[in-house]
């Protein structure tokens, strides 16, 4: 049977559509937006802080920039969809030191976000009101709109994600498989942007098969077929991390993953993450981080919206796609009680901020859920109240967290005290290369100085790393022919290079170091000059 024998069930209503002429007003409002925002945290110096941006950008460069480029630079820990986009923006020295590649890639990201819960919340309600209910949800959010102008994964993960519902949604109406084929898509591309994309998928792939009324037989083929395509980037990495690593589970357990450094952090300071093993207690905690990061009455008003949302139900399987954008909460919850994944709060021990853009994960629901308070059954003027309202609430809150300034806004205050481009090892070393290097070139670890080569204008081709695997078994025996120049801290891949083949580095004599309570030490060697 074809998809045009089902397009008329009864059980489905004709597709509402939103005006023509809203389409464009709606694009221009997001455009002006993203732009604003883009050009207000860069020109504060706010957008590239984090260390994770900071890697992410050198990933995405070591891809042409490298001795050895392309696949041996693709890595573990990240998966590497990000990074990919990225790379033809690093390659302008500009964008890639500036940190602009990934906000651009971000920016772009969350314009489209915006405008599909605009369309969902539209859509799904039927009435305009509703859309720019989910619109507010996202252009008043003042921690995704910082999100946005950075060079982090979270706003591409967030766009697949919303690009899945909302193409399921369109499955839901119309039973076609250009609907279907984009959701797979959307899916797999989440896949290999971040792992909360791997957990997405059992969900998705249920809603497939009870979206559309079709035979059991066809519901069955195409949640086959969903998963078939979507499952492809888990499979694809784990076979990557066997090939490149010689085990499948090296991004999980290996060298730099989070359950590897979790285990060395027990072993060397016997400090454990609040929340390890606790599920209420992380619970307490991404509360805090909702708190902090989306605000109160934005919480409050989804909860509110999550009531509608489960009493309309009954109705219609149009809303039941909703249901994935509430998956990254118990995700999150389970990687901090059992995956060692860390998040701190400030008004919960030990009263730091690390990791708070794990809250930010679930603005996409507080966007989409108080737009089902606007259904139908209200008469036009009663919503346009509660959407002016809403909306009320939402710029209240937007004014409240952004009241001290963008450096106090908590995903902000996160970067400047946690950005390595400020902490005294990693300053002391560039300001020492800045009077002494002579660009010969380097051997060091891997994202271990995410800040050196773009603050000191280094190409990555001129340096050797543990992903550059043909020169660093060079390393072994003949490191004088290759390198000029080493940075070496203790426990990183130099050093245990260094340890493990000590008579091949004799011609190379300390040239500076140092110990930073905290951060640890650091020290340069230079090749003795004959």
Same mark, same amino acid.
């Given at each position: ?7 008329a ?14 389409h ?10 993203t732009?604003?925002s ?70 772009m990201?969350?314009?489209l ?124 990495w784990?076979?990557?991390? @066997?090939?490149? *690593?010689?085990? $499948? #589970?090296? !991004? =999980? ?5 989070a359950?590897? %450094?979790? +285990? ?23 509360l ?33 796609? @909703?249901?994935? *954008?509430?998956? $990254? #909460?118990? !995700? =999150? ?7 060692? %994944?860390? +998040? ?48 009320a ?6 004014v ?65 790393t ?21 940075i ?24 500076d ?7 640890g ?10």
């Amino acid at each position: 049977m074809h998809d045009s024998e089902f397009e008329a069930t009864p059980c489905q209503p004709e597709p509402w559509h939103i005006p023509a002429a809203a389409h464009g007003a709606i694009a221009l409002l997001i455009l002006a937006v993203t732009c604003a925002s883009l050009h207000f945290f860069y020109t504060q110096g706010l957008s590239n802080l984090s260390g994770d941006g900071l890697a992410h950008m050198e990933s995405a460069r070591r891809l042409f920039d490298s001795l050895t480029p392309g696949y041996e630079e693709i890595g573990t820990v990240w998966l590497p969809l990000y990074h990919l986009i990225c790379a033809p923006l690093v390659l302008n020295d500009f964008l890639w030191r500036s940190g602009l590649a990934g906000g651009l890639v971000s920016s772009m990201a969350f314009a489209l976000t915006a405008y599909l819960l605009f369309r969902l919340g539209a859509e799904m309600n039927r009435n305009l009101a509703a859309g720019l209910v989910a619109l507010a949800g996202a252009l008043l959010s003042p921690s995704l709109l910082y999100l946005a102008s950075t060079p982090l994964t979270e706003p591409l993960a967030l766009m697949w994600l919303v690009l899945v519902a909302y193409a399921l949604f369109r499955y839901s109406q119309s039973g076609s498989w250009k609907s279907l084929v984009g959701a797979a898509v959307a899916a797999l591309m989440g896949t290999l942007t971040r792992y909360e994309g791997w957990n997405i998928l059992p969900f998705a792939v249920l809603l497939v098969f009870f979206l559309y009324p079709y035979p059991w037989r066809q519901r069955l083929l195409r949640a086959v077929f969903f998963a078939g395509v979507a499952i492809t980037g888990p499979l694809l990495w784990l076979i990557h991390n @066997a090939h490149r *690593f010689n085990n $499948p #589970l090296e !991004f =999980y357990n290996g060298r730099g993953s989070a359950r590897e %450094i979790y +285990l060395h952090q027990v072993a060397t300071t016997a400090f454990a993450y609040p929340t390890d093993g606790s599920v209420l207690l992380s619970m307490r905690y991404y509360l805090e981080d909702l708190k902090l990061v989306i605000g109160v009455w934005a919480l409050e008003l989804a909860v509110l919206g999550l009531v509608a949302w489960c009493a309309g139900l009954h109705e219609s399987r149009r809303r039941a796609v @909703a249901g994935l *954008f509430i998956i $990254p #909460l118990p !995700f =999150y919850i389970q990687a901090m009680a059992h995956a060692a %994944i860390p +998040l701190y709060v400030p008004t919960l021990f030990p009263h730091a901020y690390y990791n708070l853009r794990y809250g930010a994960e679930m603005i996409a629901a507080v966007a989409l859920f108080p737009s089902f308070i606007l259904s139908q059954r209200l008469g036009k003027a009663l919503r346009i109240a509660v959407l002016a309202a809403i909306v009320a609430v939402l710029a209240v809150q937007f004014v409240q967290l952004t009241k001290h300034g963008a450096s106090e806004m908590p995903l902000v205050k996160e970067g400047i005290l946690n950005t390595p481009c400020r902490a005294p090892r990693q300053k002391a070393i560039i300001d020492f290369l800045r009077s002494h290097y002579d660009g010969k070139r380097l051997l060091v670890a891997v994202g271990k100085w995410p800040c050196l080569e773009p603050q000191l204008g280094i190409n990555f081709r001129n340096t050797i790393t543990n992903l550059n695997r043909p020169y660093w078994f060079k390393m072994q025996t003949e490191p004088a022919q290759w390198a000029g120049w080493i940075i070496r801290s203790d426990g990183d891949a130099v050093d245990g290079l260094m340890q493990t083949y000590p008579q091949a580095f004799t011609d190379f004599d300390v040239a500076d170091q140092g110990t930073y309570p905290g951060e640890g030490s650091f020290t340069i060697y230079q090749l003795r000059k004959k």
